[in-house]
């Protein structure tokens, strides 16, 4: 299954931003303590058959990208087969009612 993406601007930091996507999407974001995503510092939430990740840029020291960014990324996987417009509608529906929070969908 082909994940969501999301380009989202920081709100601060990434412990914020991710209290307040987790507060207009209604869920819990915990810090990523299992080295899955290695230099990208990242946040976490499940809900039923789905598992939203947001990721920070790894340190410049760490990022080996050709084109680093400024941006943090909102990845959106399911183990089921989802319809993708359906989510990307509901999920900007529930983020663009917090003016804070800034975002674009990633092709």
Known sequence: MEDIQFKIEPVENLEITSKII???LGLHFEKDMSGFYE???AYVAKHDSMEF???RNPDPEDDIRD???DHFELIIE???DINHDKV???ISSKLSKDSRIIFSIID
């Open 67 to 69: 084109d680093p960014t």
């Open 53 to 55: 990740t947001i990721l």
């Open 88 to 90: 990307i509608q509901y």
């Open 39 to 41: 230099e990208f510092p």
């Open 78 to 80: 399911s183990e089921l």
């Open 22 to 24: 987790g507060n207009a």
